[in-house]
C-alpha cells in the first residue's frame, strides 16, 4: 500500500554502502550523506592565546574567528565527524624565535598561558590536538609536521580514520593555514578552506589574499558557514554580518 505522497519502494544495499542503480531512495541518499561526513574532519588550526589580540603574536582581529568556529565544531558534533585542533607547542629555545635567529618573536612556548586554546573555543572532550613546532630546529607551521598525543602523525591518524576530506579554519590564513592546506593537498586529501573562519597577519600587504590564491591552485576549495556542506542544515538560522 501507498501514501499520497510517499514511495513504496525496496533498496537493495552492497556491503560496500552502494545502492543498486536505478534506484532512487531516500534511504541511499541518507546513507551516501553519512558515509561522505564520515570520511569527513573539522581541523583548526592555531586558535591559540598567543595568536589573538593581546597575545605575543597577534593576528589582527584574530578572534573574531572564534564565534564562526564555534558554530562549525557544533555542526561536525552533531554530524558526527572527527575534529582536530593544532597548536603551536614551541620549546623556550627555537631557530623559529628572534632572539636565536629566527623570524617571529617568543610565542605560544609550551607549558604557558599562550599556548592555551583560545578560551571561548568550544572545542569537544573528543577532540584530537596535533602539537607541532616542537622541535628545536623546525618552525612546524603546517599541521602535518605536528603529531598527536600518541605520537601518531597527523596524516597517519586520517588515513587510519578512512578521512579523505578536511575542512579547515584558523590562524593565520598566510602561515600556518596555508601551510596545512598546502600539505594536505599533496597528501592526497580534499580540502574546503572555511572562508569566514581563516584571518591572516598580513605582516606584507595582500598576504592573506596570496595565500588564499596558493590554496585554490592547489585544488582546495573556499567556502563559507551558508555553502559548507555540513554546516548547510544549520546555517539559514545563523545571522550574516
Avoid at 541518499?29 to 558515509?35: E, F, G, I, T
Avoid at 561526513?37 to 589582527?60: E, H, M, N, T
Avoid at 605520537?151 to 579547515?168: A, P, S, T
Wanted: net charge negative; glycine share 10%; charged share 25%.
Amino acid at each position: 500500500m501507498k501514501e499520497e505522497g510517499h514511495h513504496e519502494t525496496r533498496t537493495v544495499t552492497h556491503p560496500d554502502g552502494a545502492c543498486n542503480e536505478g534506484v532512487i531512495e531516500s534511504g541511499c541518499h541518507d546513507q551516501r550523506r553519512m558515509a561522505d561526513r564520515a570520511r569527513s574532519a573539522l581541523l583548526l588550526v592555531d586558535v591559540q592565546i598567543d595568536f589573538c589580540p593581546g597575545g605575543a603574536l597577534p593576528v589582527p582581529h584574530g578572534d573574531r574567528v572564534v564565534p564562526v568556529l564555534n558554530r562549525y565544531l557544533a555542526d561536525a558534533v552533531a554530524h558526527g565527524m572527527r575534529i582536530y585542533a593544532s597548536r603551536d607547542w614551541h620549546p623556550a629555545v627555537t631557530s623559529h624565535f628572534k632572539p636565536f635567529g629566527g623570524e617571529w618573536p617568543p610565542h605560544c612556548v609550551q607549558h604557558t598561558p599562550g599556548a592555551r586554546f583560545h578560551p571561548d573555543l568550544q572545542l569537544p572532550p573528543s577532540t584530537i590536538v596535533i602539537s607541532k613546532g616542537d622541535e628545536p630546529r623546525r618552525p612546524g607551521y603546517s599541521a602535518f609536521d605536528g603529531r598527536t598525543m600518541e605520537g601518531k602523525r597527523l596524516i597517519d591518524d586520517l588515513r587510519e580514520q578512512g578521512v579523505e576530506r578536511l575542512y579547515v579554519g584558523g590562524l593565520a590564513t598566510d602561515y600556518c593555514v596555508r601551510a596545512s592546506v598546502l600539505d594536505a593537498r599533496r597528501a592526497g586529501l580534499e580540502v574546503t578552506v572555511l572562508g569566514d573562519a581563516v584571518a591572516g597577519i598580513d605582516l606584507h600587504a595582500g598576504d592573506s589574499d596570496r595565500a588564499i590564491a596558493d590554496m585554490r591552485e592547489a585544488g582546495a576549495a573556499v567556502t563559507t558557514a551558508a555553502e559548507c556542506a555540513f554546516a548547510t542544515e544549520k546555517a539559514s538560522a545563523v545571522p550574516h554580518r
